[in-house]
Structures are given as C-alpha cells and as structure tokens.
C-alpha cells in the first residue's frame, strides 16, 4: 500500500491550499521560542522577589529559635527541627510541584502556593505545641513554599536562552537579599509584636506571593504566530475536503484521519492533523517538555546548542513530548516518572555528584541557625545586632551568585574546580567557628561562608549537565532534590542534638563544617569517574556492535 501525501496536484490551486496547511501545520506544531528579554525581565524580577521571600524566611528562622524555645520548653533538636522542615519540605516536593507546573502552569501553582504558606505561617501563631509548630509552620509552610519556589526558577529559564546565565543570577539573588532583610526584619517584629506576631506579619508579606505569581504568563502568549497571511483553517479543510471528494472515490472508508481510496492509496487527512495540533501545541509550550528547563546557565555554551544551526532547530532537539499511546494519567505523570527515575543510580558520576550534595546539604544550615545564637548566648550581643551577622551572609552570598552567573558564561573558567573549592573551603571555615570569640570575626566569617556555599549552590546545575549530559538533567534534579530534602531534615536537629548533649557549640560546628568539606573532596575526582564511565560505556557499545561516535565534548581526565 503507497502513501501519498495531500499536495500529489502541484498545478491545482488547491494545492496551494495544501501547501499552505502545511505551512500552517508546521508554524502551529514549532514551540514557542524564548524572547530573551521583553517580559522575561519582568518574570524575572518576580523570581527574585519570590526567591527573596522564600529564602529568606528559611534562612532567618534563628530570629524566633530562642522565643520558640522558652514558649514550648522544647529540646533544641525539636525547635531546630521547625526551621528545618520547611526547607527540606521545599525540596523534597519540588518533583510533584515540577509536575503539577507541567499539568496547570507555572501561574497557578505558584498563586496556591502562596496561599498555602501565608495561612499556614498564620496559623502557627496559634500552634499549642511544638508538634503543630512542626506541622504548620514546618510541613505545610514548606509545601506552600514548595510551590512558590520551582515555578520562579523554571519560569526564568523558560523566558531565557542566550541571557539565562544572566537572568537565572539575578533572580537567585533574591536568596541572599533576603536573608540580608528578613534578618534585621524579623529581629524587630519579634522585639515590637513577639514570634506570634512576627509569624502573621511574615504570612501578610508571603501572600505578595499572588501577585508576583500571577506575573509568570505562559510563553505561548507572548509569541504571535509567525504565518499570520494564511486563511481560516476551517476554510482550508473545507475546500480540499470537497476536491478529494469530487477526484475520489471512496471504498473503504476512513480510519485516524486517514482516507482509503479504491485504488489502494492513502491520503492523509490534515483536517485531524490540525486538530491534534491544538494538543500538541499545549505540550509544547509547557516547561519540562524541554530538558534544559533547570539549566542555569547560558545555552549557547553548551554542545547540544554548538551542534545546531539556530536556537530553533535547539529548541526543537531537547524536547522531550510523551508518546502518542501513553494515557492522559501517564502524561500528567510525565515529570514525576522522569524525575524519579533510579536508573540513575546506577551511574557511578551521579553517586559522587549526588552524596556530594547530600553531605553539603547536612550541614548547610547550621550556620545559619546556630552562629547568630553562639553571638548571642557566649559573647553577650543583644539579638537585634546578632541578626545582623545573618544579614552580612546574606549580601555576601548574593554578590557571590552575581560573580558565579558570570563566570558560568566564561569557557576559560573550570567551573568544576570552583564548584569543589567552595565547598572545601565553607567547611573549613564552619569547623574553626568554634575559635572564633569575637563579634567581628563572627562577621567575617559570615561574608566567606556566604561566598563560597553561593558558588558551590550556583554552580550544581551546571555541573551536572558537563558530568552527566543535559538530557538527565531532570532526572538528576528530581533525585537529588530528594536526598538533599532529607539531609536538611537531619542536618539542624542534629547539630541542636549534639549541642544539647555537649553543652557547648564545639561539636556541632566541627561536625557541620566537617560534612561541608567532605561534600567538596568526595567531588574532586568526578571528572575521571565521568571519563571511565563513559569509555566503559562505548566499549559495550562496540561489543553490541551498535557503536557510533558521536560530536559531544569528550572529558578531559
């Protein structure tokens, strides 16, 4: 049986028509291409007011730890474990939020996520126990925070491509500007209103949440369609529908859109073409259709951009649609499958990557909970100029992740060797907390603690796409947001444990400084596991005899 496509009659005018749907066919099934600017800046800046938000409610829960602690008369390992839960809640949803943005939008999740965390931040107020602190602020609060935090950074990359690196570090940013306001905030709500007070204004700021979320506008509305001359499709169809029937004659009939003639011909009936564009369409223009949605940096350094002629046909290489048969719950499921794909374990580079990130991750908070207290309690500063140690953290960390974004775009730079030098050196500098016994060197250290966990944070995304490939990106985030969302649940009820059993800050620091290191040196040989892998790989190509070379950059060891 011969397959003849529609525009057989180039003479005819109706073939022009025919031309013309494939015109309008093609057009309509292109994804929408990012502005790179325009309404991407605005995007932007909400991502950095979000982020600003969230973050900086996260890092700055040391302000209410000690009212916590006398109106409870809890352990430190439970009240740390308050402030803990809604970060590591944040992470360890981001998957289901990544599906959920991918099913309803960005826009929507975002607004309801908003709404989640600023009531839940209310309700706190009135928590009874420890355990419903846990629960309100901690739990729910985190999903709330959940929701606002994925959509604010995929947006940014959904806008971007050529000024991602740009767009994504100004919008990071918002984490460190808000540790530098929420700190010195958050000290004086607590002094004028009390935590109570201070949680229900901090649940009136988060509902700012709505606003900046109803900012992030599906890409699809913002481009026009590139072939604006053609006529209404129903016109088109109508037309050549009427033509085939006059030239044909039908004997079997019709099946998926298709016309079977008498003489044992198909001919393929664009009329549903059109009309399962319009689905398609819808999956085009969602985010995690495109692999390199979490990617932080700019596109165009990457191979799989080098290797196309223009940003369309890239686009167009890392989609990542689901197939014709599977079933609407599949699809909905898509992003979840994706990111909870264990195969992925099996790779000895995504091991390394991803226990360097669990151990940084173990520690990465305890400073920020812990060494305004140590302040506070051994060298006698009031809290209000304690929370001040926070805010010098945080503008260090945000000048930290201005410089990162730009040297992600400078190819001289091996960002692999900063990515594990930040990390080594954060540690070293948390283990000798203990020495330091002045508010100015509490300061000091702040600013390069803020430094160097910035670069490590910054830099993570772009070195999984150089160790593992840009089409596991997804995959790889959606595990590690995992494993990292279990280490911060760990991590700062640990260091209270350990602080309350010794009596003194000592351990607690040389513990978290300790794993913050090791999370670097773990790291320092990835690139050789990356290399062996991929050669030990090839070599089982050649062995299956389906070996092919490929242009991907090869690994230096």
């Known amino acids: 049986m011969t397959i003849k496509e529609e525009e057989k009659e180039p003479t005819s005018p109706k073939s022009n028509d025919v031309e013309q749907v494939d015109r309008e066919l093609e057009d309509e099934l292109s994804p929408p291409l990012p502005p790179d600017g325009g309404w991407g800046w605005v995007v932007t800046i909400a991502s950095f007011l979000t982020n600003l938000i969230v973050d900086g409610v996260c890092y700055t829960f040391s302000v209410i730890y000690n009212d916590l602690l006398e109106h409870f008369e809890a352990g430190k390992a439970e009240t740390a474990l308050v402030g803990a839960l809604v970060p590591g809640v944040y992470l360890l949803v981001g998957p289901i939020v990544g599906a959920l943005a991918n099913k309803f939008g960005c826009r929507i999740v975002a607004v309801i996520g908003s709404v989640i965390a600023a009531v839940f931040f209310v309700l706190s107020a009135f928590s009874s126990s420890i355990v419903m602190m846990q629960l309100t602020y901690g739990v729910l609060g985190g999903v709330g925070f959940g929701l606002m935090y994925l959509p604010s950074i995929v947006m940014v990359g959904h806008y971007f491509d050529k000024r991602r690196a740009l767009a994504t570090g100004i919008a990071v940013c918002g984490s460190g500007m808000g540790t530098f306001v929420f700190a010195p905030l958050g000290s004086y709500l607590v002094r004028e209103y009390g935590w109570k007070g201070c949680n229900v204004i901090i649940g009136a700021i988060i509902l700012n949440g709505i606003a900046f979320g109803a900012i992030y506008r599906p890409l699809e509305d913002n481009i026009p369609s590139r072939n604006k001359k053609l006529p209404p499709k129903s016109r088109i169809m109508e037309s050549i529908a009427e033509e085939k029937k006059r030239i044909r004659q039908l004997s079997v009939g019709s099946s998926n859109g298709a016309v079977i003639t008498s003489d044992n011909e198909i001919i393929v009936n664009s009329s549903s073409q059109l009309g399962a564009s319009a689905e398609l369409k819808k999956e085009l223009a969602k985010p995690f ?29 890392i989609l990542s649609l689901p197939k014709g048969e599977d079933s609407r719950i599949r699809r909905s499921l898509k992003v979840i499958l994706e990111m909870f794909d264990f195969s992925l374990l099996k790779s000895g580079t995504f091991l390394v990557l991803a226990a360097s990130g669990t151990l940084v991750f173990l520690g990465l908070y305890t400073p920020f909970v812990y060494v305004s207290q ?184």
Not at 298 to 317: G, H
């Open 289 to 317: 259709t495109r692999s390199d949605v979490l990617y932080t940096g700019s596109v165009t350094n990457l191979p799989e951009y080098k290797s196309q002629k223009d940003m369309a046909s890239y686009v167009q290489s």
């Open 374 to 557: 140590k302040a506070i309690t051994q060298l006698g500063v009031n809290p209000e100029k304690a929370s001040l140690i926070l805010s010098v953290l945080g503008i260090c960390n945000t000048v930290s992740r201005i410089l990162a974004g730009w040297l992600a775009d400078r190819r001289w730079i091996d960002l692999l060797v900063i990515h594990n030098v930040a990390a080594i050196l954060a540690g070293a500098a948390t283990a000798i907390v203990p020495l330091l016994n002045s508010y100015e060197s509490l300061c000091v250290y702040a600013a390069f603690f803020g430094v160097n966990i910035a670069a490590f944070i910054a830099l993570r995304s772009i070195v999984f796409v150089e160790m593992l490939g840009l089409k596991k990106l997804n995959n790889a985030f959606g595990l590690t947001s995992l494993f990292q969302g279990i280490a911060v649940l760990i991590g700062s009820p640990l260091s209270g444990a350990l602080l309350e059993k010794t009596g003194s800050y000592t351990i607690s620091f040389v513990v978290c400084g300790a794993l913050i290191a090791l999370g670097g040196i773990i790291c320092l040989p990835v690139r050789k596991v990356a290399a062996c892998e991929q050669a030990r790989e090839e070599r089982e190509k050649e062995k299956r005899g389906i070996y092919k070379k490929t242009p991907t950059k090869e690994l230096q060891v």
